[in-house]
């Protein structure tokens, strides 16, 4: 019972999860070791006297962007944001270097206006080989809304308004590439994520925050209900930085002369899950003198993982089809060990097509596998997604995207129009509408719909 | 692997880079063929149509003589080919800028082109900064086969596949198309042609021509006119039907050593007016370029 209630609530455990993951990842990253390290990297890669200024260059963006409500009565703006982002490349015959330096304050997560060395990271190229080195991302995988490869890097869950260029948090790793042949298209990849770093939850407080976890009043013991004393603060356990703990990654990629040319990858991931299980202990209480009393002791850890994938895309009859398919392996193989992660799995396949009047559409159906607990039923569930896109003028683009979870009928619809005022200059107007039972994955958010307006300017 | 004022960093053996540069002064190459011509689409374009094309001041074959020793018209499957058959070079290699317009207002964008043979195009944008590091890769499969264009997104880090109905897609909001761009889908091989009229131009006549795909298209036929000495098309008309959708012109051409290269070209929308102007400059041909330069990793690699 107490597992099904921690599966229930596992969304709001992630609340006070966030408490504890989301400053390191966001404060204590961007600390003196990413600012030494972009140093470092500028002064490797530092200009020469005999080299142009060019090689250097400076650029940025800063957007600000408010939210209105569209549910509720509350008609206050809320979810404001203002971000600067600063980039700098350094880029050489044989190597480049990349650093965004970025400053936000994020109305929605109650954090203090922050600077952030969101990645820094360097390239040194050879003709059979390349070395990155850095913070950086990674991205395996071949679908865009669902991917179940796309494992190197952590997610940045706090927001879900955010850009999807900013989903994925940029860790330190070492990234090897080796071509066989300088002219193909064939290549293994190797990548070391040396320190583990957990996703980004939703803040406490903030906008995006799930509901306060509901813990139980008592608990059946041997028949009878005891009554919880005391809820603990929730531990939280990260994989220790050593070297067994180091995620690992092999990607090989090639081009088959398949239907006309087809892109396929098979990659594999041994590391940690970048999302925590819960677990809930019960203890006695040794204070409770007369009436017998436990404590509960939420706990988060993150579990081992092994994924195995495979990345394919081609077109057909002017359809373009990309499939990523994944299943990664935990150490509770046969689902008997109620506080570890089961095993599961996922295959997407991606079909695109345009329209003769340049409508674009795309659409995602991904199916979810997750190996029960013992004596309960694996979990299968089928998402979808939908994407229409228009471009009717060089200025003016719209597009409507959907995503909707056929197994718990929850979903969100997201329609957006983006102007450009001027080169570098967009204005966005979109909406995020959500949908479905209050305890459905996405339904839960419904009195959370808001639309959203953005102004970012590029130089 | 860029130029940069009057250094050309392409990866290696940049000194005999350097003393290939051409900087305004001759040396050309544009020019691939008719498709180029035709097509011209693309970008080519200009660039390409440049850079197809030929060396401008070979002559173009010469009709043959017809019976009284009075030089028979061509046809315009010789025209065409004539078209096609000028030289190409090897490599090229420059920038590129293009200019949306729409009611008087334009945006610019600026690229850097790579070129190999008539086969394989490397596209990157170099701005605004919004698209900056944005890559596009078409690489014509031999023999007509299917052809491979990829797209790199920056921002997903990803490399994405151009599928084929995505190629008859806005090229980056453009009135191109990915195909016009990449100068897909104009191989001589692909139309069959009529020749229309010949009208009276200031260097000799100009052929109108008729191209017709053999194979169901964005675009139904395309109305050529090429001028005589043949190097390229100097207007093509896109038709839908009997709907004229876009007119491409070759404002501007110039001689570079043994090429002759178009360095402006504008596609106009019929329909809405939009134009987009793609103009050349800092052309190089028959560069050395690097074994990669047309992989999913030279577009990946940083500007």
């Known amino acids: ?459 | 692997m860029r130029t940069q004022g009057t250094k050309v960093r392409l990866g290696y053996d940049v000194g005999r880079l350097r003393e290939r540069r051409v900087r305004g002064q001759a040396r050309h190459g544009l020019g691939r063929s008719i498709l180029d011509g035709l097509a011209g689409l693309a970008l080519v374009l200009a660039v390409s149509v440049g850079l197809v094309a030929a060396q401008a001041f070979v002559p173009a074959a010469i009709p043959e003589a017809g019976a009284g020793g009075v030089l028979a018209a061509p046809t315009a499957q010789q025209v065409m080919e004539r078209v096609q058959n000028f030289p190409v070079p090897k490599t090229m290699h420059g920038q590129l800028s293009m200019t949306l317009v729409s009611g008087g207002k334009g945006l610019a964008r600026k690229m850097e082109i790579w070129q190999q043979g008539r086969d394989k195009t490397v596209i990157k944008f170099l701005e605004p900064a919004d698209v900056r590091g944005t890559a596009f890769l078409a690489i014509l499969s031999e023999g007509g086969g299917d052809d491979t264009m990829m797209l790199y997104l920056p921002a997903l880090k990803a490399v994405r596949r151009v599928a084929g109905s995505q190629r008859q897609a806005s090229f980056m909001g453009s009135d191109f198309t990915y195909d016009d761009i990449a100068n897909l889908g104009i191989r001589v091989e692909d139309y069959t042609y009529q020749m229309l009229a010949t009208e009276k131009g200031a260097s000799g006549p100009i052929y109108v021509i008729s191209a017709t795909p053999k194979k169901p298209g964005k675009y139904t036929s395309l109305k050529l006119w090429v001028p005589e000495p043949v190097t390229l098309p100097s207007r093509v008309e896109f038709y839908q039907g009997k709907e004229l959708l876009k007119t491409l012109s070759v404002e501007h051409m110039q001689d570079f050593g043994s090429y002759r290269l178009p360095t402006k070209m504008v596609m106009t929308d019929r329909s809405s007016g939009h134009q987009t102007i793609i103009q050349l400059s800092d052309l190089e041909t028959d560069v050395a370029l690097p074994a990669y330069t047309f992989t999913q990793r030279f577009l990946t690699m940083p500007l």
């Open chain 1, 1 to 459: 019972m107490i597992q099904r209630m921690l599966m229930r609530r596992e969304r709001a455990w992630r609340q006070t999860a966030a408490r504890w993951l989301a400053r390191p990842a966001a404060v204590a990253a961007p600390g003196l070791w990413g600012l030494a390290l972009a140093v470092a990297g500028i002064l490797a890669w530092g200009p020469s006297p005999e080299v142009s200024a060019q090689d250097l260059t400076l650029g940025g963006r800063l957007q600000v962007q408010v939210g209105v409500p569209l549910a509720g009565t509350d008609s206050q703006l809320v979810d404001p944001s203002t971000e600067l982002r600063l980039k700098l490349d350094n880029a050489k015959d044989q190597g480049a270097f990349h650093a965004d330096l970025v400053f936000r304050e994020d109305g929605a997560q109650p954090l203090p206006p922050s600077w952030n060395l969101r990645t820094a990271y360097g390239t040194v190229n050879a003709p059979s080989w390349e070395l990155s080195f850095g913070k950086q991302v990674v991205a395996w995988g071949n679908t865009d809304l669902f991917n179940p490869v796309n494992v190197l890097n952590p997610d940045d869950l706090s927001n879900p308004t955010k850009d999807p260029a900013d989903m994925k948090l940029p860790v330190l790793m070492t990234k090897f590439t080796y071509y066989p042949a300088p002219g193909g298209d064939t290549s293994l990849q190797a990548v070391v994520v040396p320190v583990f770093t957990p996703s980004l939850l939703p803040e406490p407080g903030s906008y995006w925050a799930p509901p306060a976890p509901e813990y139980p009043q008592a608990i059946p013991v041997q028949g009878a209900l005891v009554p919880v004393s005391r809820v603990e603060n929730p531990e939280i356990s990260l994989p220790a930085a050593t070297p067994e703990n180091a995620a690992v990654g092999l990607r090989l990629g090639t081009t088959l002369p398949v239907l006309g040319g087809s892109q396929v990858a098979a990659v594999y991931y041994h590391g940690h899950l970048h999302t925590p299980t819960p677990v809930l202990q019960v203890e006695p209480d040794p204070t409770a003198s007369q009436q017998p009393s436990v404590i509960l002791k939420p706990a988060l850890h993150y579990d081992p993982v092994n994924t195995f994938g495979a990345e394919f895309s081609t077109s057909v009859a002017g359809i373009g089809l990309s499939s990523t398919v994944g299943y990664s392996l935990t150490p509770d193989k046969d689902g008997t060990d109620p506080n570890t992660a089961n095993p599961s799995g996922m295959a997407v396949v991606e079909a695109s097509y345009v329209f003769a009047n340049g409508l674009n559409l795309s659409a995602e159906v991904a199916e979810s596998y997750a190996k029960g607990d013992r004596g309960q039923a694996d979990q299968w569930t089928t998402q979808t997604g939908l994407l229409l896109m228009h471009q009717p003028t060089d200025r003016l683009t719209w597009q409507t995207a959907l995503l909707y979870n056929v197994s718990d009928k929850g979903g969100v619809i997201r329609p957006q129009v983006q102007y450009t005022l001027t080169d570098g200059v967009t204005a966005t107007l979109a909406a995020f509408a959500f949908f479905g039972p209050e305890n459905s994955q996405l339904g839960g958010y419904h009195d959370k719909s808001l639309a959203t307006l953005s102004l970012s300017c590029a130089f």
